[in-house]
């Protein structure tokens, strides 16, 4: 990910321009999507199948056709991939590469609408390189956030607080461009969410989140992880009417499936069955 020419050749959603791009016609990602969508049985991983829920949720469209049933295999780590996607976190790398999108969407404005954006972009860029470089250098792993006041993380807090005006300020400036450039409103929309999430995250006051750091080489991750995944689950999933049937080694304990059905917001009276093993 911190791979520079990986950053100049991926596409991630919040880039993609779907129909209104060039090469449309020949993206391997549609054509693959036209394929699932044509095909009685589609195989897919259990983050692609959350990183669709996720999005569904969000109201941005979808990634995986619709579908009538699901068999979740290795279900017991159904949790840990829908913790993943149903959280809020901002990234040093992602950072970095929000402020290479909007350098480059300012210097395709013209000189009279890219002049008060610019220097708010400058801000931005800054603030983006620091969290990287400025914060948690010397450790590395996962660790819980805001578990101690240390002079760290109080410097931490008051840049996130920082940051979330600048970004602020920044997507309210890009809203009124976009009204007359619309390529800067897709922009506008990830500055703002960014926003958010600084808050979010210096705040720190959704006791329904755990929240944590990650450093692993340059990149440093902030994350808010939801304690328990039920609620949006049951929102996306499990209430929707379709056949469900979740399959592992391990989701029972002693033949009791209360624990996992109580982790996903399973009813109590959906149907267990446990199957003793043919091995010793």
């Keep these: 990910e911190d791979d520079g020419l990986w950053a100049q050749i991926s596409s991630p959603a919040e880039r993609c321009l779907g129909q209104r791009c060039p090469e449309f016609g020949d993206c391997f990602l549609w054509k693959a999507r036209k394929v699932a969508a044509a095909a009685d049985l589609v195989l897919v991983n259990h983050?692609?199948?959350?990183?669709?829920?996720?999005?569904?949720?969000?109201?941005?469209?979808?990634?995986?056709?619709?579908?009538?049933?699901?068999?979740?295999?290795?279900?017991?780590?159904?949790?840990?991939?829908?913790?993943s996607y149903f959280g809020r976190s901002l990234s040093s790398?992602?950072?970095?590469?929000?402020?290479?999108?909007?350098?480059?969407?300012?210097?395709?404005l013209s000189s009279i609408t890219a002049a008060p954006l610019a220097p708010l972009v400058e801000i931005f860029q800054r603030q983006a390189d620091a969290l990287g470089m400025s914060f948690f250098a010397r450790r590395s792993g996962e660790w819980e956030l805001w578990a101690d006041e240390t002079p760290e993380t109080h410097r931490l807090r008051e840049y996130l607080s920082n940051f979330h005006h600048d970004a602020l300020a920044l997507a309210e400036s890009?809203?009124?461009?976009?009204?007359e450039n619309d390529e800067l409103a897709p922009l506008m929309s990830r500055v703002a969410v960014t926003a958010a999430d600084l808050l979010f995250l210096a705040e720190a006051s959704d006791r329904q989140y755990v929240y944590q750091a990650e450093r692993l080489g340059r990149r440093l991750t902030l994350s808010a992880l939801p304690?328990?995944?039920?609620?949006?689950?049951?929102?996306?999933?499990?209430?929707?009417?379709?056949?469900?049937?979740?399959?592992s080694a391990t989701?029972?304990?002693?033949?009791?499936?209360?624990?996992?059905?109580?982790?996903?917001?399973?009813?109590?009276?959906?149907?267990?069955?446990?199957?003793?093993?043919?091995f010793d």
């Design 47 to 83: 983050h692609l199948f959350m990183a669709d829920l996720a999005v569904r949720a969000s109201g941005h469209g979808e990634v995986l056709p619709e579908w009538e049933a699901a068999v979740f295999d290795e279900a017991h780590l159904l949790e840990d991939a829908a913790t």
């Design 93 to 108: 790398a992602a950072l970095a590469g929000l402020a290479r999108d909007l350098v480059r969407g300012v210097a395709a």
């Design 174 to 179: 890009l809203k009124g461009a976009a009204r």
């Design 227 to 247: 304690v328990k995944v039920s609620r949006q689950l049951s929102e996306g999933l499990l209430n929707t009417g379709r056949t469900l049937i979740f399959t």
């Design 251 to 278: 989701l029972s304990q002693g033949g009791d499936f209360s624990y996992f059905k109580d982790r996903l917001g399973l009813w109590p009276e959906v149907e267990g069955l446990a199957i003793e093993s043919p």
